[in-house]
């Protein structure tokens, strides 16, 4: 499973005082790069807010590790989705937007979702140092 | 935009719709009055809904609004849509309340650029407007 992003530049958001609901659908937006086997899941529609996809795919791997069957990620400003199906140790991928269906290791969708998130903080935070003194960054992407 | 239409929408705020629903606007908010509950549609939600899902927004993978939509008009449905629409929790840790509601005619067109029916209404836990959008 390849998960990546691609960040639209901005210089005018103030990251000392942004609001999680801000962060859920307002900053910090770009495309999606997802791809699971052969299978391109990607959403370069520009507008993705990438903490809360961040936030939610890190949710939603928390669920299926503890018993959940199937999660469903919806985007913000679409009815577009991603579907988690859990297969035993599986997880089964599929989306509204694209064809078929992907299939990876549930630990490996893990390792994939929390590289993601760290990747992306790390990159805000660089960008963004005063974001790092910002409860609502460190609760939807976890503590520096 | 001509000067007609920009003073025509701006009169608009002050109109109330129906016997029920009414809408004010104060300092920049419109307020989208349902009985006991009243939605807030600030000035922001209502220019973010504009640049991703007006009819000519050039944003991709988003629905967009039918040509000859105005915030009047706008402000009408959500107030549909949260009046008589289904209501259900934001998903996966998303703060507010998510409604939706199918007009059974077209409001706009889909991602794929079919029709639209339904409109998704996201509120926040203030019952302000966040986003709102055909599909």
Same mark, same amino acid.
Do not use: C
């Given at each position: ?49 990438? !903490?809360?996809?961040?936030? #939610?795919?890190?949710?939603? /791997? ?6 959940? %069957? &199937? *999660? ?18 599986? !997880?089964?991928?599929?989306? #509204?937007?694209?064809?078929? /269906? ?6 490996? %969708? &893990? *390792? ?33 | ?5 920009l003073t025509a929408l701006f009169l608009a705020f002050g109109l109330l719709l129906t016997a029920d ?41 988003a629905g967009k609004f039918q040509a000859g939509i105005t915030e009047a008009s706008l402000r009408d449905m959500i107030n549909e ?55």
């Open positions: 499973m390849h998960l990546d992003y691609r960040l639209n530049e901005d210089r005018e958001t103030d990251w000392s005082s942004v609001t999680e609901e801000d962060l859920r659908y307002r900053v910090a937006l770009g495309n999606l790069v997802f791809h699971v086997g052969d299978k391109d899941f990607s959403a370069d529609w520009g507008w993705i807010p990438l !903490v809360d996809l961040a936030a #939610s795919f890190a949710e939603i /791997v928390r669920k299926l590790e503890g018993g959940s %069957a &199937s *999660e469903t990620f919806e985007f913000t400003e679409s009815d577009s989705w991603v579907r988690f199906e859990r297969k035993g140790e599986k !997880v089964l991928v599929s989306t #509204s937007y694209g064809d078929g /269906v992907g299939e990876i290791a549930l630990h490996a %969708a &893990s *390792e994939a979702v929390k590289s993601f998130r760290e990747r992306l903080r790390s990159e805000l935070l660089r960008q963004h140092p005063q974001a790092a003194h910002n409860a609502a960054v460190r609760k939807l992407l976890g503590a520096v | 935009m001509s000067l007609r239409l629903l009414s809408v004010a606007q104060s300092a920049g908010y419109s307020q989208v009055q349902t009985g006991a509950d009243q939605i807030v549609l600030t000035r922001w939600a209502l220019q973010h809904i504009m640049a991703r899902h007006w009819p000519d927004s050039t944003a991709t993978g849509a949260v009046h008589n629409g289904r209501a259900r929790h934001n998903t996966h840790g998303r703060p507010g309340t998510i409604y939706e509601y199918d007009f059974q005619r077209q409001i706009g067109t889909t991602i794929d650029g079919g029709p639209a029916t339904r409109l998704r209404v996201v509120v926040s836990n203030r019952n302000e407007v966040i986003t709102a959008f055909p599909f």
